[in-house]
């Protein structure tokens, strides 16, 4: 019994901090854009995204594609947390 309650004990942490890169696409009044927000997944990003620009519509949300986005590069959300 002492491995299976030891072993259930890790079942509740989640790994912490770990941020990726994000590409989230936004339509504004017929007008699209791309910003970059570095988030834990995906749901957030597209969260912090709208809570910045209420207006935007999302399109699209994926992880940051270094060769493609170079080609045409996206903006960068600003991170208000100082």
């Known amino acids: 019994m002492l491995g299976l309650s030891a072993g259930l ?3 509740g942490k989640r790994s912490i901090g770990v941020q990726s890169q994000f590409t989230v696409g936004i339509s504004v009044e017929g007008k699209g854009d791309r910003l ?3 988030a834990e997944d995906a749901l957030i990003a597209a969260l912090k995204v709208k809570a910045e620009r209420p207006e935007a ?3 699209y949300v994926r992880r940051l594609n270094r060769r493609g986005d170079q080609r045409h590069p996206p903006h960068r959300l600003v991170d208000t947390r100082s």
């Open 9 to 11: 004990g890790m079942l």
């Open 36 to 38: 970059v927000v570095r």
């Open 57 to 59: 519509a999302i399109t």
